[in-house]
């Protein structure tokens, strides 16, 4: 009879109370005939078709051939005018974040980072047996507020290892100015710390640092395709950075870095720059008419630089989210103080958006 064991014991911060993930077998599926506006994809259709007609062209072996990067390396170092040493694909811009704590962190390191922003930043710290130090937005009658300054004094108190900027960050919508970000890249170079610019969000938000790359050697920029590219669901992202940074990320990346169908789809859609840009000007749109709408039935909206926007429906709160449940998924009444009582919408086309705008109205007439 076999005696009954116990699981040996995790490292201590896997084992902490506090670090606990989703459960994943109880999520509910979305509906597909509802308005996905909660987790900022591109559901642009026009764009999903040129998506659909890359993966249809797909060769077999896209599906049955462990990956081979190093075509998609090179096209991608031509369209971002990176050296193919100096960048790092990824699965999402997640993976890339996550192998910058891989690479650098140590048990015991501190960690900039902003509150409230990308999830993972703080699932990290605690993975990796960091001590986060979260510099707070604080609340204003125009939204969310974050001094450079602020961010720079941390760094030159705390002497973190790693500095973690999304630019724009989420959910909060706010960027810094080019002069902003590079002071504070400056600072984090002169606190011997690892600087990473998130730029997820690019290019909705077009301003970028990876042009900096050369000029920093202690700089990582990543990048997501789960925006403006419409590929949430395929995972892909990438880092850039010098090649003696990029080599030392790819000391910790997994056996590949990302799959043979994400490379291939994500190669051919490197062809169709133009329908991506053309997608973004399109959200952009619906996003400004969605604001315009709120602003005229007296709402307080916040124009984030993301591909998203946030609404305070205030006493007429409870009326409109009845109005407009099981029809779009979206982020209701954040609980932060800085962005408190306002519900956050992903970009949609004008079309797709108008339907939703028309039954906030009527909620708000009522």
Same mark, same amino acid.
């Given at each position: 009879m076999?005696e009954?064991? $116990?699981?040996?014991?995790p490292r !201590?911060?896997?084992?902490?109370?506090?670090l606990?993930?989703?459960e994943r077998a109880?999520e509910g599926?979305r509906n597909?005939?509802v308005?996905?506006l909660d987790k900022?994809?591109? %559901?642009d259709?026009?764009l999903?078709?040129?998506? !659909?007609?890359?993966?249809?062209?797909l060769?077999? *072996?896209a599906f049955?051939?462990?990956?081979g990067?190093g075509p998609?390396?090179?096209?991608?170092?031509?369209?971002?005018?990176?050296?193919p040493e $100096?960048l790092? &694909?990824s699965?999402? *811009?997640?993976?890339a974040?996550?192998?910058?704590?891989?690479?650098?962190?140590?048990p015991g390191? *501190?960690v900039?980072? /902003?509150?409230p922003?990308?999830a993972?930043?703080?699932v990290?710290c605690?993975?990796y #047996?960091a001590?986060a130090?979260p510099i707070? @937005?604080a609340p204003s009658?125009?939204?969310p507020k974050?001094?450079a300054?602020?961010i720079?004094a941390a760094i030159g108190?705390?002497?973190?290892?790693?500095?973690?900027?999304p630019?724009p960050?989420s959910p +909060?919508?706010?960027?810094?100015s080019?002069?902003?970000?590079r002071n504070?890249?400056?600072?984090?170079?002169?606190?011997?710390? =690892?600087?990473?610019i998130?730029e997820?969000?690019?290019p909705f938000?077009?301003e970028?640092a990876?042009?900096?790359?050369?000029? @920093?050697s202690h700089?990582i920029v +990543? !990048? $997501?395709?789960?925006k403006?590219?419409?590929l949430?669901g395929?995972?892909?992202g990438?880092?850039?950075a +010098?090649?003696e &940074? /990029?080599?030392?990320?790819?000391?910790?990346r997994p056996?590949y870095?990302? *799959?043979?169908? %994400?490379?291939?789809?994500?190669d051919?859609m490197l062809?169709h720059g133009d329908?991506v840009m053309e997608? =973004?000007? !399109?959200?952009?749109?619906g996003?400004?008419?969605?604001?315009?709408e709120?602003?005229a039935?007296?709402?307080? /909206?916040l124009?984030?630089?993301?591909n998203?926007?946030?609404v305070?429906? #205030?006493?007429r709160?409870e009326?409109?989210?009845?109005a407009?449940?099981?029809?779009v998924y979206?982020r209701?009444?954040?609980?932060?103080p800085c962005?408190?009582?306002f519900?956050?919408?992903s970009? +949609? /086309?004008p079309e797709?958006?108008?339907p939703l705008?028309?039954r906030?109205?009527?909620? =708000?007439?009522s």
């Amino acid at each position: 009879m076999n005696e009954k064991t $116990s699981p040996p014991p995790p490292r !201590r911060c896997i084992a902490a109370p506090d670090l606990a993930r989703p459960e994943r077998a109880t999520e509910g599926a979305r509906n597909p005939s509802v308005l996905w506006l909660d987790k900022n994809e591109n %559901a642009d259709p026009a764009l999903a078709e040129v998506v !659909r007609a890359v993966a249809a062209n797909l060769p077999a *072996s896209a599906f049955y051939g462990y990956p081979g990067l190093g075509p998609l390396y090179r096209k991608l170092a031509a369209f971002t005018g990176v050296a193919p040493e $100096s960048l790092l &694909l990824s699965m999402g *811009s997640d993976g890339a974040i996550r192998a910058a704590f891989e690479a650098f962190v140590s048990p015991g390191d *501190s960690v900039i980072l /902003t509150a409230p922003t990308f999830a993972m930043y703080p699932v990290y710290c605690k993975i990796y #047996g960091a001590k986060a130090i979260p510099i707070a @937005y604080a609340p204003s009658d125009n939204g969310p507020k974050l001094a450079a300054a602020t961010i720079i004094a941390a760094i030159g108190e705390t002497a973190p290892r790693l500095v973690c900027l999304p630019n724009p960050d989420s959910p +909060t919508g706010t960027a810094f100015s080019q002069g902003e970000l590079r002071n504070i890249v400056e600072a984090a170079g002169r606190a011997g710390a =690892v600087m990473l610019i998130d730029e997820a969000y690019y290019p909705f938000y077009p301003e970028t640092a990876i042009s900096w790359i050369g000029d @920093y050697s202690h700089l990582i920029v +990543t !990048r $997501s395709t789960g925006k403006a590219w419409g590929l949430a669901g395929l995972r892909i992202g990438y880092a850039a950075a +010098t090649e003696e &940074l /990029t080599t030392l990320l790819h000391k910790v990346r997994p056996m590949y870095e990302a *799959s043979t169908l %994400a490379a291939a789809i994500f190669d051919g859609m490197l062809d169709h720059g133009d329908a991506v840009m053309e997608s =973004v000007r !399109r959200l952009d749109a619906g996003k400004a008419l969605f604001l315009a709408e709120m602003n005229a039935m007296g709402l307080r /909206t916040l124009n984030g630089f993301g591909n998203f926007c946030h609404v305070a429906f #205030g006493g007429r709160a409870e009326n409109i989210h009845a109005a407009l449940k099981n029809h779009v998924y979206y982020r209701q009444d954040f609980k932060e103080p800085c962005l408190k009582g306002f519900s956050r919408f992903s970009s +949609t /086309t004008p079309e797709k958006i108008q339907p939703l705008i028309e039954r906030i109205r009527a909620a =708000v007439e009522s």
